[in-house]
């Protein structure tokens, strides 16, 4: 019999968690504190956007192995419970604020059956998992906990929950890996590498693959700068290092830097956690990454003005994309949408357009326009910002466009335009870290 599960916050990771698990023939309980949540997702209509994921959560609920519900005493039956909620940072400080995860746990612990698991998959500071364990021994001395970070990324979470490229388990005893290789047992017989790991340094794996990342992008976006300074072009300077394979070419796209629910706010965290644990100078580096980051936001509005004027008041700006990267609707700490919101402040009129998340633009920054089509958005822009590298964006005729602003000068924030093609077609067009020649 495959152990019955259940999943305490259905968000994206949730969400998609819940829906896969269940395409993998388990009985899944998904279980939120926000009914409208639950009764949309419950009615198929899910509250984000990922690819993919609606189709397989229609089709699951269908089966009866798939519900979600409000109620946690549903959550009795289950054998495995997965915390899945999230850990913004908090308000004025870096640190991640755990009172979803201590929340989700407490209100799930009247109803945890002897033996039963509890398995937290959200991203926290290295130690929660042992604070939690030590909270469990005394409130539910029956049932074990183990950690079980998730790499899935936002616009591919399906594909990725269902082919992760890894399974890493934090556990303190071989009872709670086999419950573990019970759950996984369909991708462990896809070949998925498994690593067995204790409860500290499977929080730590996660914080850290995410602090490599952004560095990663930090780099190349610091390069950026050096080649705007020194007349070359980063695009060619990415390619040439990422074919050496140890530095790989992914995570080499220079442009406007990283954003999202996870990167920004992870290695805030992160750098806030090592402090307490007098390590601060250990990831003291990361102060650099995320200035790196912001300046790139910075240089786009100095473009801006060295495009138009010091003094943007009544310039028609058109910004194409607001979400923090393609196939998503999130528009946590993006970088276009954050864009966009200065250039504002500013005295710009800015429009935004975006094919998935001008609802949740919208909702952030009410102040701002926003256009249904491309075609309404660049209706008489001074200057059109190419922001988020969705794919109808890189298809668009720049000829066709050319005859709708008024004038055409372009910058692109994340390096993916033909630039010949544009410039060919009349357009004045700037990449970040890269000549204009
Ligand atoms: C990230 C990690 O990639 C996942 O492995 C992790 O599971 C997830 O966070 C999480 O912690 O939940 P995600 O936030 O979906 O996933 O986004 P990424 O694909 O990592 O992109 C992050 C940002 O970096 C985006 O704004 C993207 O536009 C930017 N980026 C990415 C670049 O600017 N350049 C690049 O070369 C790559």
């Not at 949540?37 to 269908?62: C, M, N």
């Not at 442009?255 to 996870?262: A, E, K, L, M």
Request: proline share 4%; glycine share 8%.
């Amino acid at each position: 019999m495959k152990p019955v599960l259940s999943v305490i916050g259905t968000g994206y990771l949730g969400t998609t968690f819940a829906a896969c698990m269940s395409s993998l023939g388990f009985t899944v309980i998904g279980i939120d504190t926000d009914a409208e949540k639950v009764r949309r997702i419950s009615a198929g209509d899910l509250p984000f956007y990922e690819p993919g994921l609606q189709e397989i959560v229609i089709t699951e609920i269908a089966t009866g192995r798939l519900i979600f519900t409000t109620d946690f005493s549903l959550g009795k039956d289950a054998d495995v419970h997965f915390i899945c909620v999230g850990t913004p940072q908090k308000e004025g400080e870096f640190a991640a604020d755990l009172t979803y995860v201590y929340g989700a746990v407490a209100q799930i612990v009247p109803f945890l059956k002897s033996g039963s698991l509890v398995v937290g998959k959200s991203t926290v500071p290295v130690g929660t998992a042992q604070a939690l364990r030590a909270q469990l021994a005394v409130s539910a001395p029956h049932v074990d906990i183990a950690w079980n970070p998730e790499f899935t990324r936002e616009g591919f979470a399906v594909e990725d929950s269902l082919r992760p490229d890894r399974i890493v388990v934090g556990v303190t005893n071989d009872r709670a890996e086999e419950i573990l290789r019970e759950v996984y047992a369909p991708l462990l017989e896809i070949g998925t590498p498994w690593i067995r790991a204790d409860l500290p340094t499977s929080e730590l794996v996660k914080v850290a693959a995410n602090s490599f990342l952004a560095t990663k992008i930090s780099f190349i976006n610091a390069m950026a700068e050096v080649c705007e300074a020194a007349g070359a072009d980063v695009t060619v300077l990415a390619k040439s290092i990422g074919y050496d394979a140890r530095i790989g070419n992914k995570f080499l796209q220079a442009g406007i830097g990283f954003g999202g629910g996870c990167l920004p706010k992870d290695i805030r965290a992160f750098m806030a956690r090592a402090e307490e644990l007098g390590a601060k100078q250990a990831v003291e580096f990361l102060r650099e990454i995320d200035a790196i980051n912001l300046r790139a936001r910075q240089r786009v509005i100095d473009v801006v003005r060295e495009m138009l004027s010091e003094d943007l008041a009544q310039f028609k700006i058109a910004v194409l994309g607001a979400a923090f990267k393609p196939e998503s609707d999130d528009v946590r700490d993006s970088p276009s949408l954050d864009i966009a919101a200065q250039l504002h402040a500013a005295g710009a009129l800015v429009t935004v357009h975006d094919p998935k998340a001008i609802a949740n633009a919208k909702r952030r920054f009410p102040a701002l326009q926003f256009a249904d089509s491309v075609t309404e958005c660049v209706a008489d822009a001074d200057l059109v910002l190419h922001l988020t590298e969705w794919r109808e964006y890189r298809e668009l005729n720049p000829a066709d466009l050319a005859a709708l602003v008024n004038s055409p000068r372009i910058i692109d924030g994340r390096n993916v335009l033909d630039r010949d093609k544009w410039k060919s077609a009349g357009w004045k067009f700037h990449a970040l870290g890269r000549t204009d020649s």
